[in-house]
Nanobody, 126 residues
Framework: VQLQASGGGLEQAGGSLRLSCAASGRISSSYAISWFRQAPGKERQFVAGIRWSGSGTSYVDSVKGRFTISRDNADNTVYLQMNSLKPEDTAVYYC????????????????????WGKGTQVTVSS
């Protein structure tokens, strides 16, 4: 599985950005795709995840109500729509994938992810 993240940039607080994660390879409904972010000097943090089957999503509390994760199976792409951006959202954002099943599929643990794309920088100015 190969992942390609894009869509980052510089945005003012209160603005919006949409990140894309294009997936290729042997991805199937048993996979979960997640977004993580890492700010300078901080650990990589789970942001949002979605099962490739579309049967479930998960968000970190700090982005609930502002970010929306979705997927387009026709394009093999997962999107992260980020609204009402805050300076604390500034980070490098990574998409990652894992083959999984069951209730624990949408893990927040970055060490559990099997495939990673290169990051895309998101900078939110105040």
């Amino acid at each position: 599985v190969q992942l390609q993240a894009s869509g980052g940039g510089l945005e003012q607080a209160g603005g919006s950005l949409r990140l894309s994660c294009a997936a290729s390879g042997r991805i199937s409904s048993s996979y979960a795709i997640s977004w993580f972010r890492q700010a300078p000097g901080k650990e990589r943090q789970f942001v949002a995840g979605i099962r490739w089957s579309g049967s479930g999503t998960s968000y970190v509390d700090s982005v609930k109500g502002r970010f929306t994760i979705s997927r387009d199976n026709a394009d093999n792409t997962v999107y992260l729509q980020m609204n009402s951006l805050k300076p604390e959202d500034t980070a490098v954002y990574y998409c990652a994938a894992r083959s999984c099943s069951g209730l624990l599929c949408l893990t927040t643990n970055p060490d559990a992810m099997q495939y990673w794309g290169k990051g895309t920088q998101v900078t939110v100015s105040s």
